[in-house]
């Protein structure tokens, strides 16, 4: 059974800093996605960045470009994004999600593992 747990999530103010972890257990191939989605109060979910598990090819979303980086941890069963610079629309809860290889790495209705989601707040 695949779960994703995800952790890290609180209230922070503007300009600070905060670091999301996600732990996957079970096997889910060798090939995949491991990603952050994000959805505020209102809003479609969107994606907020990516990586892949072969060549850790990474990808995000212009919004957070230069300000979030996604990595692996040395077993690839746990995936990071650390958020520095932190503004107040990037309040919103944050979800881990796990897909093929062959997923568009942006588009949620395509990945089939999720985890329960963290609250990230930034304040003004």
């Known amino acids: 059974q695949v779960q994703l747990v995800e952790s890290g999530g609180g209230s922070v103010q503007a300009g600070g800093s905060l670091r999301l972890s996600c732990e996957l257990s079970?096997?889910?191939?060798?090939?995949?996605?491991m990603s952050w989605f994000r959805q505020a109060p209102g809003k479609d979910r969107e994606g907020v960045a990516a990586?892949?598990?072969?060549?850790?090819?990474?990808n995000y979303a212009d919004s957070v470009l230069g300000r979030f980086t996604i990595s692996q941890g040395n077993a690839k069963k746990t995936v990071y994004l650390q958020m520095n610079s932190l503004k107040p629309e990037d309040t919103a809860m944050y979800y881990c999600?796990?897909?093929?290889?062959?997923?568009?790495?942006?588009?949620?209705?395509?990945?089939?593992?999720w985890g329960q989601g963290t609250q990230v707040t930034v304040s003004s």
């Open positions: 079970g096997y889910i191939g060798s090939a995949y996605h």
């Open positions: 999600a796990a897909g093929g290889s062959w997923v568009r790495w942006s588009a949620p209705g395509q990945y089939t593992y």
């Open positions: 990586i892949y598990s072969i060549g850790g090819r990474t």
